[in-house]
């Protein structure tokens, strides 16, 4: 018949169908369906195997078989994907169920459903196994597709700022960068390229930083020097010698910082010998005794010839001369006068005595 045919199509075209969602799909929907080929299976082997055939239980059966064309409808709950050609062949099994197939066929039809639920089944599991094994290649595919853009978006963004770099700390950073890249592409040769910059630009700042440090010294070594002429006071040497030691032996700073100890020590001296001149110069003014200007001598000449000390030492010298010969004069006179003194009281003794023996 063109209808079984039509179904055993139906079948066959049923068995094609490698989209896991419509299979599941139409074996949900038609679990009714297989039940119920279950329990004719069941029923038939039943009156088989009574000695008389049971006309209720054919009446029955009669009765049971036009339920299968209410399944028709649930023909509206398949999966929308399924193509319309796929529906109408479901239609029109259901339509050959009702209407054509004997008990028997309907059996037969029943296992077939069922082996071919059952071979899908396992298809399914085997199916979900193989999507999954896809699926994860496709992922780690995936991944390696996005490892690969990001490896490639950042050499490119590397390769930009290498061509942009022009400080050494950016070659250094690159360097390393390149580096961490693994070989990819010609990130090795950049690498040492970005390392060869950097030890040039670092060699080059050094060297710079070496000539100016060189620079203030020399300019500083300079205006010690020209300080050191023009100075003249205590604090001045004595931070000049500081700042010549500081630069550590550089040209001839511990013989100019020798210097400055000598002038510092020169004017300690100095200003020590004009407290002492002071001194002596204000005692001159105020003492009087002979001993005293002999003292004031004496101490203007250890002076070694200081300013003046020693037009001082001889005016003091002098001035014990002037002594002297005031205190010889004051004995002078006061032996003369002592002299007339006693010439009077002998001559008044004398004309006493004298004038009473004559009486």
């Given at each position: 018949m063109k209808m079984k045919s039509d179904f055993n199509k139906y079948l066959d075209a049923l068995n094609e169908i490698t989209n896991r969602e419509r299979l599941e799909g139409f074996y949900t929907t038609h679990s009714a369906t297989i039940q119920?080929?279950?329990?004719?299976?069941?029923?038939?082997?039943?009156?088989?195997?009574?000695?008389?055939?049971?006309?209720v239980f054919l009446k029955q059966l009669e009765?049971?078989?036009?339920?299968?064309?209410?399944?028709?409808?649930?023909?509206?709950?398949?999966?929308?994907?399924?193509?319309?050609?796929?529906?109408?062949?479901?239609?029109?099994?259901?339509?050959?169920?009702?209407?054509?197939?004997?008990?028997?066929?309907?059996?037969?039809?029943?296992?077939?459903?069922?082996?071919?639920?059952?071979?899908?089944?396992?298809?399914?599991?085997?199916?979900?196994?193989?999507?999954q094994r896809k699926r994860k290649e496709q992922e780690i595919l995936e991944q390696e597709q996005r490892k690969a853009q990001e490896q490639k978006d950042r050499y490119n963004k590397l390769l930009q700022e290498y061509k942009n770099a022009s400080t050494e700390q950016e070659y250094l950073t690159l360097a390393a960068q390149f580096r961490m890249m693994n070989g990819y592409e010609n990130t090795t040769e950049l690498a040492d390229e970005c390392a060869n910059q950097h030890r040039v630009l670092k060699e080059a700042r050094e060297e710079q930083e070496r000539m100016r440090v060189e620079?203030?010294?020399?300019?500083?070594?300079?205006?010690?020097?020209?300080?050191k002429n023009n100075a003249s006071t205590e604090s001045e040497f004595q931070n000049l010698a500081k700042e010549f030691?500081?630069?550590?032996?550089?040209?001839?700073?511990?013989?100019?910082?020798?210097?400055?100890?000598?002038?510092?020590?020169?004017?300690?001296?100095?200003?020590?010998?004009?407290?002492?001149?002071?001194?002596?110069?204000?005692?001159?003014?105020?003492?009087?005794?002979?001993e005293e200007f002999q003292y004031l001598a004496k101490q203007f000449r250890e002076m070694n010839g200081y300013k003046d000390t020693e037009e001082l030492a001889k005016e003091?010298?002098?001035?014990?001369?002037?002594?002297?010969?005031?205190?010889?004069?004051?004995?002078?006179?006061?032996?003369?006068?002592?002299?007339?003194?006693?010439?009077?009281?002998?001559t008044l003794v004398y004309g006493f005595f004298n004038g009473w023996f004559d009486n």
């Open positions: 119920f080929f279950r329990a004719i299976d069941k029923s038939v082997q039943e009156a088989l195997c009574k000695p008389t055939v049971d006309v009765t049971a078989l036009p339920i299968l064309i209410n399944l028709e409808k649930e023909i509206t709950f398949l999966d929308p994907k399924l193509s319309m050609s796929y529906k109408n062949k479901i239609e029109q099994a259901i339509d050959y169920i009702a209407s054509e197939m004997s008990i028997s066929e309907v059996n037969d039809t029943y296992k077939q459903l069922l082996d071919l639920l059952s071979k899908n089944k396992q298809a399914f599991i085997d199916e979900e196994k193989e999507e620079q203030e010294r020399k300019d500083k070594y300079n205006r010690l020097v020209q300080e030691r500081a630069m550590n032996g550089y040209e001839n700073t511990e013989e100019l910082a020798k210097e400055c100890d000598s002038a510092l020590k020169y004017i300690k001296e100095e200003q020590k010998r004009q407290t002492t001149y002071n001194k002596l110069v204000q005692a001159k003014n105020e003492i009087s005794k002979k003091c010298e002098i001035r014990c001369k002037e002594i002297e010969v005031k205190i010889r004069k004051k004995k002078t006179i006061k032996a003369i006068s002592w002299s007339v003194f006693l010439v009077i009281i002998l």
